[in-house]
C-alpha cells in the first residue's frame, strides 16, 4: 500500500477506532499532530509508533514546530525563540545568528525524531514586511537575501537531525493583511512585485528542497484561484519555472481561505488537480468520511514517491539524544538567543 493524498488529524492523545480505520485507507498518506495529541515523550513516542504501525510503508507523522508562538510540542522539548529573533540577531552578529539557525533546525529535527516524528513544517520564509499579522514573528527578516541564508542554515541543521524541511507559505504570506484561517487573503500585487518573495524559494529548491506548502491566498493579478488551488501557481510556476521536484502539500483545507471554494470534498479534489502531493484536512473529522469516498480510485504514482522521501532518518531515544554534546552545545545556543529580551519581541 503507497501513502494517499490526505492528511488527517487526531482529536485526542490515543487513536480512536474511527480514526483507526481511516489510517487504514489507502487515500490517506499522514497525520499531522497538535498540541492536543502531547502529553508526554512517552506518550507521544507511542502514538507516533502506533500510527506508524498502522501501514506500510509507514504513514507520514508531522507537526508544525515553528518556534515562537507556532510550537505544539513544549517541555520538555527545547523552547524555540520565535524566528523574528534569529533575524534581528543577523542584523548584529551574523555569525552568531547563522550558527543560532543551524540550532534550531537540528534540535526541532532531533528532539522530533527521537519520538518518531517525520517532518516539521518548517521553516517559514515568508518575508516580514510587517503587513500579515497571522505571519508576524513568525517571518526571519525583511530582506529576502537574509531570510533565504538563514533558512538554508535552518535546512543543513535539520538534514544533520534526520529531517527534510518544508518551506512555506509559497508563493507567500506575506503580502496579505487578512489571515487565511478564518478569512479569504487576497494579494494585489503582480509578478514581478513578488520577485523577492520568491527568491527564498529559489535559493532552498536549488539547494535540493524536499517539500513546499501552498497558502491559501488569493493573487488575482495572475490567478484568482488561491494559489492552494492553482494548476499556474503550482505546475506552471513552481513545478516549470522554478524547476522543483520535491513534495507540494496544502495548507489545511478546513481555514477560511480555503472555505470559498466549495464542500471539504471539491476543495480537496481541486487541490490535487492543481498539482498538490498531499493535502491537509484538520479539525473536521466529520469531513473525512466524505473526502475519502470522493477520492475513492484516486492515484498518483509521483506523489506517492516524492511523499516516500519525506520520511525521517536516523534512530536515536530521548534519554541519548539529551545526554549528548550536540544536544548540549545546541540547547545551550538557542538559551543564549531566548537571554536576549529586546530580540525575542512578539508582534
Known amino acids: 500500500m503507497s501513502l494517499g493524498p490526505l492528511m488527517i488529524d487526531l482529536r485526542g492523545k490515543t487513536l480512536a477506532a474511527d480514526e483507526r480505520e481511516w489510517l487504514q485507507s489507502p487515500l490517506v498518506g499522514g497525520v499531522i499532530l497538535f498540541t492536543r495529541n502531547f502529553a508526554s515523550v512517552e506518550q507521544l513516542a507511542a ?38 529573533a534569529i533575524g534581528r540577531l543577523y542584523d548584529e552578529e551574523r555569525e552568531l545568528a547563522l550558527k543560532v539557525a543551524g540550532a534550531c533546525g537540528w534540535l526541532i529535527a532531533a528532539e522530533l525524531r527521537a519520538v518518531g516524528v517525520d517532518l516539521s513544517f518548517a521553516p517559514c520564509v515568508d518575508l516580514d514586511r510587517g503587513l500579515a499579522a497571522v505571519i508576524g514573528d513568525r517571518a526571519l527578516h525583511p530582506e ?36 487565511s484561517h478564518t478569512e ?61 521536484k520535491g513534495a507540494v502539500i496544502s495548507d489545511d483545507m478546513s481555514m477560511t481561505g480555503a ?66 554534546a550536540d544536544w548540549q552545545k545546541a540547547s545551550a545556543l538557542v538559551a543564549s538567543l531566548e537571554a536576549r529580551p529586546k530580540l525575542t519581541l512578539q508582534g
Open 47 to 84: 502514538l507516533v509508533a502506533e500510527i506508524h504501525a498502522a501501514r506500510q510503508p509507514p504513514l507520514l507523522v508531522t507537526v508544525d514546530q515553528e518556534g515562537g508562538r507556532v510550537q505544539r510540542f513544549r517541555q520538555p522539548f527545547v523552547r524555540l525563540p520565535p524566528p523574528r
Open 144 to 179: 529576502a537575501s537574509v531570510v533565504a541564508t538563514l533558512a538554508r542554515r535552518f535546512a543543513a541543521g535539520a538534514k544533520k537531525g534526520g529531517m527534510a524541511i518544508t518551506a512555506k507559505h509559497f508563493p507567500t504570506h506575506a503580502g496579505a493583511h487578512s489571515d
Open 184 to 244: 479569504f487573503a487576497v494579494d494585489n500585487r503582480a509578478l514581478a512585485e513578488l520577485d523577492d518573495d520568491l527568491k527564498p524559494y529559489r535559493d532552498l529548491i536549488a539547494n535540493g528542497l524536499a517539500a513546499v506548502m501552498v497558502a491559501h491566498v488569493s493573487f488575482p493579478a495572475i490567478d484568482p484561484r488561491p494559489a492552494s488551488m492553482s494548476s499556474w501557481w503550482i505546475g506552471e510556476y513552481l513545478r516549470g519555472e522554478l524547476d522543483f
Open 259 to 324: 472555505a470559498v471554494v466549495g464542500s471539504a470534498a471539491e476543495r480537496v479534489r481541486l487541490a490535487l488537480e492543481a498539482g498538490c502531493d498531499l493535502v491537509l484536512l484538520c479539525n473536521a473529522p466529520e469531513q473525512v468520511p466524505g473526502v475519502l469516498d470522493s477520492l475513492e480510485g484516486y492515484v498518483n504514482p509521483s506523489a506517492q514517491l516524492r511523499l516516500t522521501r519525506l520520511h525521517g532518518r536516523g534512530d536515536i531515544d530521548w534519554e541519548s539524544l539529551h545526554a549528548s
